[in-house]
């Protein structure tokens, strides 16, 4: 937007290859999408975003993908997917008309070839005798949260049958098998399984999987929310690949018009001056960022940082900064203005209160007698400005290695990984590894070293950002490397806001739902 970048789109998504076990095993899920409508001319928007997801398809399924999931569900009020503070003016969808946005792009999918059989997970999965293990565990979808909320609910009301029998002994039958009735409601709804589904067989059918038995009440009303898309893979199956009519005329008409189209000699693209457009593969290089790895990362940074999308001055400033900590990746995140001279705390020292929120003080005031402190007169802690440039030559670099330089890295993090792992399970004083007793002198240093606290020591640096390539990866319950427990608690925090954000948006869908059934 005038000659400036502007983020307008986001996409996050889960990848699970054919090494994945079934059944997940060749699976995407559309986890959540996200806009805002700075696109210029704003009648393209919708058309430039099908065009993004079409892409993305085409793509998947050359790699190899089978399936793709979508839970077509609009953020609720208040809550930011993605973008932080999006425009006031901005409309945001209801669920059925963002279910149809999402079909008509699959449709246009079918139309290309790019895309089979478009359905639905309860016409999948629940409409057969299947178990709660043939559907896809899809991290932070409807099934996998509500399917966990339904085994808990009957555990507990098995557990709760027994307890109360002999209480119920002199009660009519009747009634009994009211309340039993009544136990077997959903989750959210709490209604009768006659009400919702118009039989009486639902849990009563002992031949059926008592979870899935539950969760196709849930499904059923709601079933047009999640879809299930079949790519034209290499692999897929025939019956995998049937289209309406409509879409095979569709692809009839518009392979006899490819045929009549001239075929153009030079393929080289070039823009309206003639000159040639440079084709960037964004596969060339991956670019790990702590930021982009989930959504609730970027959106804290965001929160944190004020950097907002509800004006457009402000999503460009906000754009710009994304950019910024994409190429200066061990840069601060997050950036403490001192109380006294107002300015930013970018490199050194900052001194922080315990006590008061959002109290720092730079270094310089910290020893000025007379700055102004207000009215905080509590003892201030000294600690390191995360991500100092002037202490790691500047955080660009990597971003700026070849192929086989960015290659030739990755493979020493992990060998010095390993050697971390090694050295801190090592007891030997012998040890027939060379490097490990100089590992076993740095993890020493970094218990004991005095000017970490102050942010200035190169060796502290380096053993945390090896210890944080261990702990996203480790599973052990308790793992005697250090700081693994603390730093994967901080990790868990974030994942807990996802969360809770996946448990609220499937909770009032619920409610919706039964509130529309209480109305029929």
Request: charged share 30%; aromatic share 8%.
């Amino acid at each position: 937007l005038d000659g400036v970048d502007v983020i307008l789109f986001a996409l996050y998504l889960f990848e699970h290859g054919e090494d994945n076990a079934p059944p997940n095993t060749r699976t995407i899920y559309i986890s959540y999408l996200d806009s805002v409508h700075y696109m210029r001319p704003r009648n393209l928007r919708t058309f430039v975003y099908h065009e993004i997801l079409i892409a993305y398809l085409d793509y998947a399924r050359q790699r190899g993908f089978a399936s793709a999931h979508i839970w077509a569900c609009p953020p609720l009020k208040g809550d930011d997917y993605i973008f932080y503070a999006k425009p006031e003016d901005q409309k945001t969808p209801k669920d059925n008309r963002l279910r149809q946005w999402y079909l008509d792009m699959l449709t246009e999918s079918q139309m290309r070839g790019i895309v089979g059989k478009v359905t639905n997970m309860y016409d999948l999965y629940f409409t057969g005798n299947f178990d709660a293990t043939a559907v896809p565990y899809l991290e932070g979808d409807y099934f996998s949260g509500e399917a966990e909320n339904v085994i808990k609910n009957i555990e507990e009301g098995k557990g709760s049958k027994g307890s109360s029998k002999n209480k119920n002994k002199q009660k009519k039958k009747g009634k009994v098998d009211k309340t039993k009735k009544m136990r077997k409601g959903t989750r959210s709804g709490g209604l009768d399984d006659d009400f919702i589904t118009g039989d009486d067989g639902g849990l009563n059918d002992t031949s059926r999987d008592p979870v899935m038995a539950e969760l196709s009440n849930s499904f059923k009303p709601m079933k047009e929310s999640f879809i299930v898309a079949f790519l034209n893979w290499e692999g897929a199956k025939p019956e995998n690949m049937v289209v309406p009519k409509e879409i095979e005329d569709e692809r009839e008409r518009r392979k006899k018009e490819e045929q009549i189209k001239p075929k153009l000699g030079n393929s080289e693209k070039k823009d309206r001056h003639g000159n040639l457009i440079k084709i960037v593969d964004d596969d060339a290089e991956d670019m790990q960022c702590e930021i982009l790895d989930n959504r609730q990362a970027f959106l804290n940074l965001c929160r944190g940082n004020h950097y907002q999308f509800d004006e457009p001055r402000r999503a460009k400033h906000t754009s710009m900064m994304v950019l910024w900590h994409l190429h200066n990746r061990d840069a601060a995140k997050f950036v403490q203005m001192c109380f006294s001279c107002s300015r930013e705390i970018l490199t050194g020292v900052r001194y922080n209160c315990p006590i008061c929120n959002d109290y720092d003080l730079c270094s310089d005031c910290y020893k000025n007698p007379n700055a102004n402190r207000g009215g905080c007169t509590h003892k201030l802690v000294p600690k390191p400005v995360d991500g100092d440039s002037s202490q790691n030559g500047g955080g660009g670099k990597s971003a700026q290695l070849t192929e086989a330089q960015r290659r030739e890295r990755q493979r020493h993090i992990r060998l010095h990984v390993q050697l971390l792992e090694h050295a801190s399970l090592c007891n030997s004083s012998q040890c027939n590894s060379s490097n490990c007793a100089k590992m076993k002198q740095y993890l020493k240093h970094s218990k004991e070293c005095k000017l970490k606290q102050q942010g200035g020591c190169k060796i502290c640096k380096r053993i945390i950002a090896l210890l944080r390539y261990h702990a996203q990866s480790c599973k052990n319950k308790v793992c005697p490397i250090p700081q693994c427990l603390a730093i994967r608690e901080r990790i868990r925090q974030i994942a807990k806001q996802q969360q809770a954000m996946d448990d609220r948006r499937r909770q009032v869908m619920n409610r919706q739902y039964r509130m529309g059934l209480v109305a029929n």
